[in-house]
């Protein structure tokens, strides 16, 4: 049974950091590209970044660009993403995601297998 869970979410001020982490069990980690969204209240799932499986190149949503990143550790199943220089519009459960063998597409929600619980990140003034 796969099972991702997100850790490392909470309150941070604008402007700060926070780092959260997914790891990854029941599957073949190395053949997923793993991703995050994330979702705000009244709002549309949206992308955040991917981490292909195979040379681990990185894809961002244009909202995070040159703020956030993303990076796995295939030795121990767990993708992170790095969150620097937030805003408040970054407010939002974010959420892990695996495709497996997924190269293509990666903006789209519906092409992921598995998907974490989420973790809520909250932002204070």
């Known amino acids: 049974q796969v099972h991702l869970v997100e850790s490392g979410g909470g309150l941070v001020q604008a402007g700060g950091s926070l780092r959260v982490s997914c790891a990854a069990s029941?599957?073949?980690?190395?053949?997923?590209?793993m991703a995050w969204f994330r979702q705000a209240p009244g709002k549309e799932r949206e992308f955040v970044a991917a981490i292909l499986f195979s040379d681990s190149s990185t894809s961002y949503g244009d909202s995070v660009k040159g703020r956030f990143s993303i990076s796995r550790d295939n030795a121990k199943n767990t993708v992170y993403l790095q969150m620097n220089s937030l805003k408040f519009e970054d407010m939002a459960v974010y959420y892990c995601?695996?495709?497996?063998?997924?190269?293509?597409?990666?903006?789209?929600?519906?092409?992921?297998?598995?998907w974490g619980q989420g973790t809520q990140v909250t932002l204070s003034s």
């Open positions: 995601a695996a495709g497996f063998r997924l190269r293509l597409r990666l903006t789209s929600a519906g092409e992921y297998d598995y």
């Open positions: 029941g599957l073949t980690f190395s053949s997923y590209t």
